[in-house]
């Protein structure tokens, strides 16, 4: 973690010049999927440590999302005061409808399609049907 994200990010961004600008204007955001896939809680605990240390040690912003099963001592490591302060969470629980998001993002590039295509006018009036969404 820190040779190859914080002190490589660090030395970029205290380059100067094009390296820096050319740094500073791409995304600078790390996902970590599967946290508690790891069998062993205290390498997933180092795994959050280190997260922790990067953050704390780098001079440009730098952004990590942990996606994971809410266990105990994952839950528990968030609750810690160091944590708290440098995270937001987002619960998927049972409120959660992604069937609904997914349909708002399909109806919403076909429309998009529908607006730049340059056969559109060829196109039925009810592209795509309910159906064909669903």
């Known amino acids: 973690m820190q040779a190859l994200i914080v002190k ?18 791409r995304p600078r955001f790390i996902i970590i999927d599967g946290l508690d896939e790891c069998d062993d809680p205290k390498s997933q605990m180092d795994i959050l440590q280190a997260l922790l240390k990067a953050v704390q040690q780098r001079s440009i912003p730098l952004f990590f999302l942990v996606a994971s099963r ?25 409120k959660y409808d ?7 993002y399909l109806r919403s590039a076909f429309d998009d399609i529908k607006r730049r295509h340059p056969l559109s006018r060829h196109f039925p009036e009810a592209w795509p049907s309910d159906e064909e969404i669903m």
């Open 70 to 94: 809410p266990e105990y001592h994952i839950r528990d490591i968030f609750n810690r005061d160091q944590f708290n302060s440098l995270t937001n969470r987002i619960v998927l629980d049972d």
């Open 98 to 104: 992604p069937d609904a998001d997914i349909e708002r």
């Open 8 to 25: 490589a990010l660090n030395e970029a961004a205290g380059a100067g010049g094009s390296a820096q600008s050319a740094l500073l204007s």
